[in-house]
Structures are given as structure tokens and as C-alpha cells.
């Protein structure tokens, strides 16, 4: 099949698994070694703001496989000790507690790091990120009725948290920055029912930027906005993006752009691969290069690299063309995506209607479908499923041939 021997992947989340998967599953029988910088074995990190955050989930069944699942793939387990930097020429492997693993092929799944606000940029008392299961933790243990926490950042992960926040009874400050949060991902009539909600369930949303974390004896105690204000808190979650976590790769001469910049079949040179948030590559249908941190593509990409990376230099490889997906839970609903729209400038309802929180909708750009989005409406979002990949004009031709003339 290969001549590889010893295959090394870097990060131990739900793309480093897959990827150690789909090799094992693909037949490559050699020395396998996964890197995690976290001490414990690989978890699904979409809980941390919804169902772990409030308890449902205990810590426990976070684990994306069992024990003996894990035995089975015939590990090199490394965990808990971060890659310090990699020798390409040597391939190897340099790790934090001074061990050096030899590669040779790398699979790179280092996914991302939190920013932090000024003020907060070590850890400090009250001032929470959320990436981790020791960051869902911490962060719970201040979500008691009554305090006051700070939802810094309008993306996702905080209208998650903010939601999880008012259900166990905190008073939720949101600040956003955008005039309407969330509608850069799920486009502008979906976010604002979303805000219509978080509204309705008490969350008090401020628009502007935060400048820095306010200190008080010690801990944070809100945030100063860049117009020279200040809002007061218990705890704030600095929920404002993320950067690839690639620092480590720095002078190996892996190309590094926004990410492992790879090529559309995922490699980024000899050897080395990437595959989830840290990945960067060409879209086939644009043409741009993207990256996505979405669960969904941390899987799909991890595969596709696997097989790609066993296809050898000779071999045939697969040009990576994903149709996004993602999901948020907010409020008991669940919102579900495909493609990008909120870069729509048109929204067409096929199904259901938003007042009833139960809808499909396509999300066109200049006539044609750049994404969907629904809630309570899988089976019609399915459909749309296909439009999106094809980018294709709206209506669809089944529809525009079956309209009467005249």
C-alpha cells in the first residue's frame, strides 16, 4: 500500500482522531502517534457552551471514543504535552517535554486558540475563554443565579453561552459589536430572530467594542469599550474569535496562511497534511481560500487528508469541495446551515415560516443559492442541500420548466 512507517498527528481533537482513524481504517498498520496538548483523550467540544455548561452533559461522556475503542487503533498516545516545532528535513517531531517523535508523514489538526481582550491576556480570576473542557468548568462554577457575566463577541459561541447563561439564572450582558449579531453567519432575517429571543429571555444586549477587561482586587470585574465606557460584571466570557493554533510550525517551512495553507487536496508539501480549523485551502467553486471551524468539517476534511495522505505521491487524490454545515442550539431551538448564507442578499422561504420558529429558507447571492438555513424543517433543508452545492440559479429548473407560460 505504503512505504510509510511512522505517521504522526498533531492535535487530539475530533479532526486528529478521525484522521488516525481513517489511516488505521484505510489499512496503514505502522507506528501511529497522536499529539494532544490537552491531558485528556479526545472530546466533542460542541457541548462545552450548551449541555456541559449547564450540566446536563457530565464531564464523563464528553469522550469522542472509549478506552477500548482507543486500544484498538494501536496508538502512540501522547497527551497533555504540546509540539514545540518540526524538523522537516529530519522528520521529526520536537515535543514540549522534550521527547522527539520521528514522522514520516505529518497530519496537522492543531485547531485554534481563543483571543483574549487586553487586560485578560494571562489567565485572570472571572475573565473566561471558552475552547476547553477546563474552560466549560471554570466557567460554569461562576453561572450562579443572580451574577452578572459579560457576553463579549456576537458570533456563535457567545449567543450559545449567553443563552446557557440566562437558563441557570445569570443576568446576561451581550456585547456586540456588528449592528446585527450573527447575521454574518446565518444571514440577517435568521439572526434577528435569534436577537428576538435572547431579548425575550432577558439578555441585555449593548452594542459596541470592548477595549479592554476591567480589574478589581484582583479579578475582572467587566469590560472598558473603546468610546471610553464601561460595563460592570461578575465574570466575562471573551467570546471574539480565534487564531489557528500553527505558532509551532513557524520556520519549517510549512506554508502558513491564516492556517496550514494547503492545496485543494489538503497537502501543504511534502509529508504534511491539515485537516479542521488549522486547515486553510482553495475552494474549488471560488477559488478563495477559506477555513472553516465547524465540527462537521473537522471530520471531513480528517478523512479526506487520511486517504490522501496513503494515495502517495503517485496515487490519486481528492479535491476537498465540502458543502459547510453547521448547527446551533439556542433557546430549545435548532438552527442548521448549509453553505454561507450570510452572504445571501435575497431570502426565499420554501417552507414554514419564521414567526412559527419552523422554516426552511434559501439564501441566494446575485440569483443563485449561497446557502439555507432552517429550523424544525430538516427534511426541506435537506433538499436545499443540493442547490447550495451546485450554487445553482433560483428557482431551481424543475421549477422554472414547470411555472406556466403566460
Known amino acids: 500500500m505504503t512505504a510509510l512507517r511512522e505517521v504522526a498527528v498533531v492535535g487530539a481533537g475530533a479532526a486528529g482522531l478521525h484522521a488516525a482513524e481513517a489511516l488505521r481504517r484505510a489499512g496503514y498498520d505502522g507506528r501511529l502517534t497522536l499529539v494532544g496538548a490537552e491531558p485528556e483523550p479526545p472530546y466533542d467540544r460542541p457541548p462545552l457552551s450548551k449541555q456541559l455548561l449547564d450540566g446536563r452533559l457530565p464531564a464523563d461522556k464528553l469522550a469522542l471514543r472509549g478506552s477500548a475503542a482507543l486500544a484498538e487503533l ?25 521527547r522527539q517523535v520521528r514522522c514520516d508523514a505529518l497530519v496537522v489538526a492543531t485547531g485554534v486558540r481563543p483571543r483574549r481582550l487586553p ?60 449592528a446585527a449579531p450573527l447575521a454574518a453567519v446565518l444571514g440577517a432575517e ?25 480589574r478589581r482586587h484582583g479579578r475582572a470585574a467587566g469590560a472598558r469599550l473603546a468610546d471610553g465606557g464601561e460595563l460592570a460584571a461578575d465574570a466575562v466570557l471573551m467570546a471574539i474569535g480565534s487564531v489557528p493554533a500553527t505558532e509551532w510550525l513557524a520556520g519549517s517551512g510549512v506554508p502558513l496562511a491564516d492556517g ?10 511534502p509529508g504534511v497534511w491539515a485537516a479542521g480549523d488549522a486547515a486553510s485551502w482553495p475552494d474549488p467553486r471560488t477559488g478563495r ?93 435537506r433538499g436545499l442541500r443540493a442547490q447550495v452545492a451546485a450554487h445553482g440559479p433560483w428557482p431551481p429548473a424543475a421549477e422554472r420548466e414547470a411555472a406556466p407560460v403566460g
Open 74 to 98: 494501536r496508538l502512540d498516545l501522547r497527551l497533555g504535552v504540546a509540539a514545540e516545532r518540526l524538523d522537516r528535513g529530519a522528520r521529526t517531531l520536537h515535543l514540549a517535554d522534550g
Open 260 to 269: 496550514v495553507a494547503c492545496d485543494a487536496h489538503c497537502a501543504a508539501g
Open 289 to 381: 481560500r477559506r477555513r472553516l471551524e465547524q465540527r462537521t468539517n473537522a471530520t471531513d476534511q480528517a478523512l479526506l487528508a487520511a486517504r490522501n495522505l496513503l494515495a502517495g505521491p503517485d496515487g490519486t487524490r481528492q479535491a476537498y469541495a465540502p458543502v459547510p454545515y453547521l448547527w446551533t442550539d439556542q433557546y430549545g431551538l435548532r438552527v442548521q446551515a448549509f453553505g454561507s448564507p450570510g452572504a445571501a442578499d435575497r431570502f426565499e422561504l420554501v417552507d414554514g415560516s419564521l414567526a412559527e420558529h419552523r422554516f426552511a429558507a434559501a439564501c441566494l447571492r446575485e440569483g443563485r443559492v449561497t446557502g439555507a438555513v432552517g429550523i424544525a424543517a430538516a427534511r426541506a433543508l
Open 119 to 178: 487586560g485578560a491576556e494571562t489567565p485572570l480570576p472571572g475573565a473566561h475563554v471558552l475552547r476547553t473542557l477546563p474552560d466549560a468548568l471554570a466557567l460554569r462554577e461562576e453561572l450562579r443565579p443572580g451574577a452578572r457575566l459579560l457576553v463579549v463577541g456576537g458570533g456563535l459561541l457567545g449567543a450559545e453561552a449567553a443563552a446557557t447563561a440566562v437558563g441557570l439564572g445569570a443576568e446576561v450582558t451581550w456585547l456586540v459589536a456588528a
Open 190 to 214: 435568521t439572526a434577528a430572530l435569534l436577537t428576538a429571543l435572547h431579548r425575550e429571555h432577558g439578555v441585555r444586549i449593548h452594542r459596541g467594542a470592548a477595549a479592554a477587561v476591567l
